[in-house]
């Protein structure tokens, strides 16, 4: 009995002994994030208290991002054994930092741009002329700016310091941010702003990810398996408990953020990681490839970059296992079959002749299928077949590509209602219920939802199938992608707009060299030719008269080509305003001398009614290019003893506003409505027979929209117009 306890005792020492080892026995692992503590890393907080890298032997260190490198130069130092970062892992690869993928945890990006309400900013194309900053590892707001149309060097781009109060008080216009995290600030701050997606330009690059070095993987595979896995058991742990994350960030990691602050950045993470949608770290490699094009297109690495090594499945290679358990059982249960049978044979030809009949129906049933299925591999097309209430039970090879799946047990089972867009589903049912009732229905388009959430436009063909009986037994549906396709015709559409455009750009250059410019050269022509021939017959006064002609012509050939000149440069690009603080009041005097004899040859009068003086901010030769040709265009169209006025006031705490009325000839409604298009001619003559091109108005508008400002008009035939543009204040 004493011998048995001393055994006993000796034994729980022993084990309490081997517990101690093994607890102490684990392996320091070092994972270093992008950024400070914050729910942005939850599920590696998750892995840690859980106790899931304890697990698997592991003591882990999170080690935040310090400002003298970067999570890259970290992993491939040596520094730390893991990293977290953006897809500019793809530009780490490219300057021959050999690291790999191993997860992707947000499946979308949380990058973002974020403008005040107040500035008016809502699309990419507004960017345009603006201060912009853009944190480092943020290529998709590249991409989707080129994406919208918008060239880089249309905006002015800064380095980004991360102090947001450069938004709030004017200093940028947009800046770069996480959607998970800025505009958190600025809704306490009770400041309303706009959010610009790259997704609603297709930009839908990977956001957070895990990775680690090709050495890692290539020297200890089981380490590199064991961690990627009690990750992502730690991710899918934060992502069912967001509560009792974020009390341990706050509690045991940093008070930086407010718990009300991580609990809005944990409920956006979801709509990032869509954790009841889609596998935490599934990354797709036809997504990769898409966003390495988009690099490529940004010029920020070597065309002929690949994928090839980047990611994790590249070098996790799993062996097939076969289950021997399973065939095991499964050749006694055929063996025991066989012997049934066998039985059965020898006690009945009329059995076996049975069977053999069966079997033979098998065959060609078997053939029949097989052929059935080789179809379906063979064809390039989408071809789904359901029962009669949508529900999936074949599909093709191609139907799964086009979803974006690996299996088809990711389709079969599953409601066609699933993969079709929300806006489509009322149509789709609709179309259903005419195949049912015998309506042949024409193709149609429909929008599909991939594994992956994106969105693609289809083509769908569908027929009932008719079983022996001729009763409808279900639905065959050939779904063809005509993304592309619709692609080209958008690209065709806007190609034709702007060739029409070019077209009618040209009639209207055109128009103006063989009347507006031609017509100045014969007033030349005919002066100069009477004064070479007959020069010495003429007064002192008849050559001054002359002279004073040929000088009008001069000035007035100089304004065309000017305004000429300066509408090219528009219409292709060149000019980008540059904005300065000026005195309005100044500017308008300053151009009211220019006029002072022409109004004089008119008898016009020409009445100011400035207000207090303010100083504007914008392209002061784009400002003064405004006024004259409206000025001018007054004069031009008032009669001898009429009366011009300019006057200005102040709009609100950030506009002035500039209105030029005149008493002339006015313009119908006809004119009106065509007055800003460059293929309707609605030239017509000054009251003293001036010519007129239209191009001084062209002009002014494209000038004063480049300066953010607007421009309306208003005119009654007969009475008179009125011209009024607004201009920033300093």
């Known amino acids: 009995m004493r011998h048995n306890l001393g055994n006993l005792i000796l034994v729980m020492i022993l084990i309490m002994l081997s517990s101690a080892l093994v607890g102490t026995d684990l392996r320091t692992i070092r994972l270093q994030l992008k950024w400070k503590h914050q729910f942005q890393f939850a599920g590696y907080y998750a892995a840690v208290e859980k106790g899931y890298y304890r697990d698997v032997g592991f003591d882990v260190k999170l080690l935040e991002l310090d400002d003298t490198e970067t999570p890259f130069d970290a992993v491939t130092s040596g520094k730390a054994e893991f990293g977290t970062s953006t897809t500019d892992i793809i530009l780490a690869r490219s300057a021959g930092k050999k690291v790999v993928v191993l997860a992707s945890i947000f499946q979308h990006s949380p990058h973002v741009w974020i403008t005040l309400k107040k500035s008016g900013i809502f699309y990419a194309q507004d960017l345009v002329g603006k201060r912009i900053a853009v944190e480092p590892g943020a290529a998709e707001l590249y991409a989707f700016l ?171 290679k799993h062996g097939v296992k076969i289950p021997w358990n399973i065939i095991i059982i ?126 693609i436009d289809t083509e769908l063909n569908a027929e009932i199938i ?24 958008a690209e065709i559409k ?22 507006d410019l031609r017509s100045p050269f014969h007033t030349f022509l005919g002066l100069t ?59 308008i005097e300053d151009i009211l001398k220019m006029f002072k004899d022409s109004t004089q040859l008119k008898n016009q009068t020409i009445v100011t009614g400035l207000s207090k003086d303010v100083m504007a901010f914008a392209d002061y030769q784009m400002t003064e290019t405004i006024l004259r040709n409206l000025l001018s265009n007054a004069a031009k169209f008032t009669p001898k003893g009429g009366t011009i006025t300019i006057s200005t006031s102040q709009l609100t705490e950030e506009f002035v506003k500039i209105t030029i009325t005149d008493t002339g000839i006015g313009m119908n409604k006809d004119i009106l409505d065509n007055l800003f298009r460059i293929d309707a001619n609605i030239n017509r003559p000054g009251t003293e027979g001036e010519s007129s091109t239209g191009l001084g108005l062209l002009l002014c508008k494209e000038f004063i929209e480049l300066n953010e400002g607007t421009f309306s008009i208003s005119s009654l035939e007969g009475k008179g117009s009125e011209f009024s543009f607004t201009l920033k204040i300093a």
């Open 529 to 587: 030719q009477l004064l070479l021939e007959d020069i010495g017959s003429f007064d002192q006064n008849k050559i001054q008269h002359f002279a004073v002609i040929l000088n009008k012509s001069a000035a007035r050939l100089y304004r065309l080509l000017e305004n000429l000149l300066e509408w090219s440069r528009v219409e292709r690009g060149l000019i980008v305003p540059k904005p300065s603080e000026f005195s309005i009041n100044t500017a």
């Open 330 to 455: 499964f050749s006694i249960a055929l063996i025991i079959a066989f012997s049934f049978l066998y039985i059965f044979y020898r006690s009945s030809k009329s059995l076996r002749k049975e069977i053999l009949k069966r079997e033979n129906i098998q065959k060609e049933l078997a053939v029949s299928e097989a052929l059935y299925r080789s179809i379906l591999r063979a064809s390039p097309d989408n071809i789904t077949v359901t029962d009669l209430h949508g529900v999936i039970r074949i599909v093709s090879k191609a139907a799964l590509q086009m979803l974006g799946c690996d299996m088809e047990c990711e389709i079969i089972g599953r409601n066609v209602s699933e993969f079709t867009h929300p806006d489509d589903l009322e149509r789709v049912k609709k179309r259903s219920a005419r195949m049912l009732e015998g309506i042949l229905n024409e193709p149609e388009e429909y929008r599909l939802l991939r594994k992956d959430g994106t969105i």
């Open 494 to 515: 806007l190609k034709n707009a702007e060739l029409t455009k070019t077209n009618a750009e040209k009639d209207k250059f055109f128009s103006i060299i063989s009347h």
């Open 466 to 489: 008719k079983d022996a009986n001729g009763n409808n037994s279900g639905i065959v549906m050939v779904v063809r992608n005509i993304q592309e396709r619709k692609q080209r015709d």
């Open 146 to 316: 080129i994406a919208e149309g918008v060239a880089l060097n249309r905006c002015f781009i800064e380095d980004y310091d991360f102090n947001i109060n450069n938004l709030s008080n004017g200093k940028l216009d947009a800046i770069s941010a996480y959607s998970t995290d800025e505009p958190y600030f600025f809704a306490q701050n009770g400041e309303a702003v706009n959010t610009l997606y790259p997704s609603s330009a297709g930009i839908d690059f990977y956001g957070d990810l895990l990775f680690t070095s090709e050495d890692m993987i290539k020297k200890e595979p089981q380490v590199v398996k064991k961690f990627r896995a009690a990750s992502l058991k730690g991710w899918s742990y934060a992502m069912r408990h967001p509560e009792e994350i974020v009390r341990l960030i706050y509690y045991k990691y940093d008070k930086r953020h407010s718990l009300e602050h991580l609990r809005f950045e944990a409920n956006q993470m979801q709509k990032l990681i869509l954790p009841d949608v889609v596998e935490i770290g599934y990354t797709n490699p036809g997504r990769w490839e898409a966003i390495l094009t988009q690099y490529k297109k940004l010029g920020r690495v070597d065309k002929s970059s690949t994928i090839e090594g980047l990611l994790y499945a590249d070098y996790d």
